[in-house]
Each structure stands twice: as structure tokens, then as C-alpha cells.
């Protein structure tokens, strides 16, 4: 039950026509955040598109969860999947081993897992601080680092990070949050600059609001207000977890090929009119 529902009708206000990009088909992708959300959409756009799939989550019930969802969608997708926390550099360095053993390369890092901190900055504790700089930067720069090796030594790939609005953009009461995405768009541009001579590009994806579990946890809690922020969006909705992955997909696609270190928005306004 939330205490601020998101307007009825918002999908239908556009429509969603995803493209194809036959290029995908057959590439390893390791996909972190998977077990829900934007993570769990990647996870179908990508199936759909014929990769082979490692999906990395810390909740192992969400991961199996979305294995199952792929394997009924898409009966002949190659889908694994790896318990790990981001945070934690040991388990992430094992979760691209595995997916090399089992996969034999990594073509596209999802680099997406990620947690929300919203808290006043007076109040925000040195651990909460340190979590969300752990999750949001710290783990994707161990995610980029360990599958970076492997792409430099196979030749080549892409990475690509789910960074945010608050990446490009500041607010009160998200420090944490703010200052990670930040150094998560910071992160992007400086290994694509670094990374070029590999042949890896590395771009990050910058969703606005958009309607997934971490949104209706904070929705619930009467952290954020849905009605309000969809007020507040020009386009007057929230995203969907599907248009991200369409974003993840052509950003992974050889029809981006000369695009790196970009930071794409896909916030149905938010940014460009202000806030
Ligand atoms: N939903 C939004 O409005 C929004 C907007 C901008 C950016 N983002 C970013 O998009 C990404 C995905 O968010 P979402 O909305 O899909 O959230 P979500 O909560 O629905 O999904 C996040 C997933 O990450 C997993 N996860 C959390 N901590 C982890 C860890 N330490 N190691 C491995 N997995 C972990 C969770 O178990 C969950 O399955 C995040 O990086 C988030 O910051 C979301």
C-alpha cells in the first residue's frame, strides 16, 4: 500500500515500440541488479534479444525469481545466475570468474545494482554513508574493474552503468546518493577515456524517476511522493523499467558504436526543466 499513488493511465500516455539490434544475439552479459526493476527489464530486452545471460543480485528468491520469469518467456535463453554483493570486491572478482568459466568472455557489463539513501544530511550516519558509497560507487567500480580485464584481454566491450538524474543534478536530502551517481558519471567518463585503446566503451545510463520496486519501497515510506513527481515531470509519468533497458540495449548495440564516456537521460523532461 503506498501513500502516494502514482497517477492511472501513465503507460498508455506514450507508446513503447522497442527496436531489435541483431548484433546482441549470442553475447555474454553479466547483469547485475538483476533480480528486480530496471535490472530484471535488462535481463528480458537482453533475452530477447538472444545473450546469454549471468545475473548477479544479492537476493538469491529475486534472482531465481527472474530466471524463471526468463525461461517461461523465452524457452531457449542460456541463463545463469550468481548470488554476490557488489560491495564486496572478493565476491564480485569470483562473479566475473564464473561467468568466464561458464560463459567463456563477458561482452556487456549491466553494471546497474544499486540502493536509494535519502536523508538529511544532518542526520546521515558515517555507516549509511559509507553503504551507499560501498553499493552506488565502490561496487561498480569493482564490477567495471574485474569485467574491464577480461574485455581488455578478449579484445574488446562494453560497459555500461546505471548511474542517475541525481548524477547530473544535486538535491537536498541525497548526499550520498547524489555524490555516488556523480562519481558513477565521473567513473564512466574517465575509463572511456582510459579504456578507448581496448576497445571497451563505457556509458552510463541517467533514468529519471522511474516505477520499480526501490521506488514503490520509497513511495511507501512517504519518502517521495509519486503524484508530486509525476506533477513535476513534463512528460507527467514516470519512466518504465522497460524504456531503461531499451536505453541499456542500444547503448550495448554496434549502432552506438563510436558513442563512450556518454551519459544518456532518460527522464521524460526532469532535468531540462529544472529540477
Ligand atoms: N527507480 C528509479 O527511479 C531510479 C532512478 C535513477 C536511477 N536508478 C538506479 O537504477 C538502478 C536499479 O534501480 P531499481 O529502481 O531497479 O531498484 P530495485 O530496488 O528495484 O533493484 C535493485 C536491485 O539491486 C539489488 N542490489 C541491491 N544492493 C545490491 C548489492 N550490494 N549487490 C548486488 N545487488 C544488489 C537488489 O537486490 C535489487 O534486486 C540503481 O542503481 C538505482 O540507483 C533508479
Redesign the pocket.
Known amino acids: 500500500m503506498t501513500t502516494s499513488p502514482i497517477p492511472q493511465g501513465y503507460p498508455e500516455a506514450q507508446p513503447f515500440t522497442p527496436a531489435h539490434y541483431p548484433g546482441l544475439s549470442g553475447k555474454v552479459v553479466l547483469n547485475?541488479?538483476a533480480?528486480?526493476?530496471?535490472?530484471r527489464a535488462m535481463a528480458h530486452a537482453f533475452a530477447r534479444h538472444g545473450a546469454r545471460l549471468m545475473l548477479?543480485?544479492?537476493?538469491a528468491a529475486?534472482l531465481e525469481q527472474t530466471r524463471a520469469q526468463l525461461r517461461e518467456a523465452f524457452p531457449f535463453v542460456d541463463v545463469h545466475i550468481v548470488q554476490?554483493?557488489?560491495?564486496d570486491d572478493v565476491a564480485v572478482e569470483q562473479a566475473c570468474a564464473a561467468t568466464e568459466a561458464r560463459l567463456g568472455r563477458i561482452d556487456v557489463l549491466l553494471n546497474?545494482?544499486?540502493?536509494?539513501m535519502n536523508k538529511p544530511s544532518l542526520e546521515l550516519k558515517p555507516a549509511e554513508w559509507r553503504r551507499a558509497i560501498d553499493?552506488?560507487l565502490s561496487?561498480v567500480f569493482y564490477c567495471a574493474q574485474a569485467a574491464g580485464k577480461r574485455m581488455a584481454r578478449q579484445g574488446g566491450g562494453v560497459i555500461l552503468s546505471?548511474?542517475?538524474?541525481?548524477g547530473l543534478s544535486s538535491s537536498a536530502h541525497r548526499l550520498a546518493y547524489c555524490a555516488a551517481?556523480a562519481g558513477v558519471v565521473s567513473l564512466t567518463k574517465c575509463l572511456a577515456a582510459e579504456w578507448a585503446q581496448h576497445r571497451i566503451r563505457v556509458n552510463a545510463i541517467c533514468?529519471?524517476?522511474?516505477h520499480?520496486?526501490?521506488?514503490e519501497d520509497l513511495m511507501g515510506r512517504g519518502v517521495i511522493n509519486g503524484a508530486e513527481l509525476c506533477g513535476k515531470t513534463p512528460m507527467n509519468r514516470l519512466?518504465r523499467?522497460e524504456e531503461m533497458a531499451e536505453a541499456a540495449l542500444y547503448l550495448a548495440s554496434d549502432a552506438s558504436a563510436f558513442i563512450t564516456g556518454h551519459a544518456l537521460v532518460s527522464d521524460g523532461g526532469w532535468l531540462a526543466h529544472g529540477y
Open positions: 547485475t541488479g533480480g528486480s526493476g530496471i535490472g548477479l543480485d544479492i537476493d529475486a554476490a554483493s557488489i560491495a546497474n545494482a544499486g540502493i536509494s553499493i552506488d561496487g546505471t548511474a542517475s538524474i541525481w551517481k533514468p529519471g524517476y522511474t520499480t520496486a526501490l521506488m519512466g523499467p
